[in-house]
């Protein structure tokens, strides 16, 4: 399996509930391609190290992660990093903090607009 996701990482969609709630076999699959972390193990989905490699691959995998991860200020930088518009997934006081609605506004540049209010 880990082959499998090495390639693909959706195959993780296909594994046996013990491979999707595998470690190794889960960073391997989000690596690839972050929306694999829909098929982890929903112990897995709240573990930081694989929410941060899911949101660098695909930012929209933050508002699958739970509240706490979040509030996570660099899970959430490492998702605006790639998506700016990710920070509307982000917890409410993350989203009125100026550096993070700065990176996001960066990265998507002139046309950002958050669709939640900042404080």
Do not use: W
């Not at 195959?11 to 982890?40: C, H, K, M, N």
Request: proline share 4%; with cysteine; glycine share 6%.
């Amino acid at each position: 399996m880990l082959a499998a996701v090495t390639n693909q990482g959706l195959a993780l969609g296909y594994a046996s509930p013990e491979l999707q709630a595998d470690r190794e076999v889960v960073i391997t699959a989000v690596a690839r391609d972050g929306t694999a972390l829909l098929y982890a193990s929903p112990e897995l989905q709240a573990d930081r190290e694989v929410a941060m490699t899911a949101v660098a691959r695909n930012a929209h995998m933050l508002q699958h992660l739970p509240q706490e991860l979040r509030a996570d200020r660099e899970v959430v930088m490492a998702a605006v990093m790639s998506d700016g518009y990710a920070i509307n997934y982000a917890s409410p006081e993350l989203q009125g903090d100026r550096d993070l609605v700065a990176a996001a506004e960066e990265c998507v540049g002139a046309d950002f607009k958050v669709l939640l209010p900042v404080s």
